[in-house]
């Protein structure tokens, strides 16, 4: 809301995540980090006791998903998923160090995770719906490795000296929104675009493009460069 603030809007929710931690009914996000670790420690990996209290406000976390999915070892991950374990990354990456990620489960307390939209040798990137904003976003998350790291930090730096020097935004830049870092994997916040080059040829048989069509493609590039 206009005028409220986000510890605000937390501390509104409170009587009704005091109910919720009462009664067995949802809990209301946003919600204060004290009143998220009273009432969802019993969800909670073991890893996540710790984690959740480096957040001062939760905006989204899927009980329904932790129950219905408590003890199923066939998940992405296993059951080493979210154990205290430094030496894999507490259960999270893959051998080739990418971020294992689960269908409906949170990024950052504030993430959901609906589709998975690519991958390349960088990392993923998945299409996720951000709980504070009410809006779907794409997130680029890159492999845990310090060499990735470093370059996304580039690329983050890169991409927003652009969006900066284009203020109308008629340039063609992808608008990066945001970078963090989350269970030790840099992760970059873009706007949510349509179908990538490689979808939208597949969309077509893989005919190729006609020529009008690439003499419109490569005038965006030109206009961006």
């Known amino acids: 809301m206009a005028g409220q603030s986000d510890a605000t809007q937390a501390s509104s929710q ?20 004290d009143d998220a670790v009273r009432i969802l420690t019993p969800y ?21 998903e932790r129950v219905k999915q408590a003890g199923n070892p066939n998940l992405p991950g296993g059951s080493a998923y979210g154990k205290i ?24 307390y504030r993430y959901e995770v609906v589709k998975k939209l690519g991958k390349g040798s960088f ?30 930090l580039v690329e983050s730096k890169l991409i927003e000296t652009l969006n900066k020097n284009d203020p109308e935004d008629k340039k063609n830049i992808v608008k990066r929104m945001d970078h963090f870092v989350f269970r030790k994997h840099l992760i970059l916040t873009f706007e949510l675009l349509s179908v990538n080059l490689y979808d939208f040829i ?8 006609s020529l009008s069509l690439i003499k419109r493609f490569a005038i965006q590039i030109l206009i961006s460069l």
């Open 14 to 33: 409170l009587a009704a995540n005091k109910r919720a931690g009462g009664n067995g009914s949802l809990p209301k996000f946003p919600m204060a980090r």
């Open 44 to 64: 909670l990996w073991e890893y996540e006791k710790r984690e959740i209290l480096e957040y001062d406000i939760i905006y989204f976390f899927n009980v329904q």
């Open 85 to 108: 374990a430094e030496k894999d990354n507490n259960g999270f990456d893959s051998d080739q160090n990418e971020y294992i990620h689960r269908y409906n489960e949170h990024l950052g």
């Open 123 to 152: 990392g993923i990137v998945l299409r996720v719906f951000d709980h504070k904003e009410q809006e779907f976003v794409a997130l680029k998350i890159l492999k845990n490795k310090k060499r990735l790291y470093k370059q996304g």
């Open 202 to 209: 597949k969309m077509n048989n893989f005919l190729g493009f």
